[in-house]
């Protein structure tokens, strides 16, 4: 009674997977201004801040470019509300998106929408095609 095939559970995962991502894309659309300052948790933007801004040396971290210092969160927002994203879901069914700014693919995780406190906020952001930081020894 509790079987499905393959495909029927597939199909269900992939639904749910694009509900909360939809769900999350609406806690961050329109002017990237704005999201900026609403997108993010505190904690998500310092978290993007302190261990991917260029120049943080957190070991195993990608960083971003250099001269993205002021523009990081610019270009993180653009990902996040750009229909052309590709999305997905992560652990703890956190839905992500993926898109390229200036030749660096940009991969932003969410919050799930079930999160009591930042539901669908940006929890972090990363780049995804620069080699991280090394190890800590």
């Known amino acids: 009674a509790g079987w499905k095939s393959t495909a029927t559970r597939s199909s269900q995962k992939q ?9 999350a894309r609406e806690n961050v659309s329109g002017d990237a201004t704005a999201i900026s300052r ?3 948790s505190t904690r998500g933007r310092a978290y ?3 261990r991917h801004r260029h120049g943080a040396n957190k ?6 470019p250099a001269g993205w210092s002021d ?15 590709l999305s997905g879901v992560g652990k703890w069914n956190s839905p992500y998106v993926t898109g ?9 995780d969410f919050y799930p929408p079930n999160h009591p406190e930042y539901a669908g906020k940006i929890s972090t952001s990363y ?8 190890p800590k020894p």
């Open 71 to 85: 523009d990081i969160l610019h270009h993180v927002s653009d990902v996040a509300t750009d229909p052309n994203s």
């Open 15 to 23: 639904n749910t997977a694009t509900t909360r991502w939809a769900a």
């Open 100 to 108: 390229t700014r200036e030749g660096i693919d940009i991969r932003d």
């Open 38 to 40: 609403s997108a993010y």
């Open 59 to 64: 070991p195993d971290k990608t960083e971003f």
């Open 127 to 134: 780049p995804i095609n620069t080699p991280p930081n090394p």
């Open 48 to 50: 993007i801040l302190n």
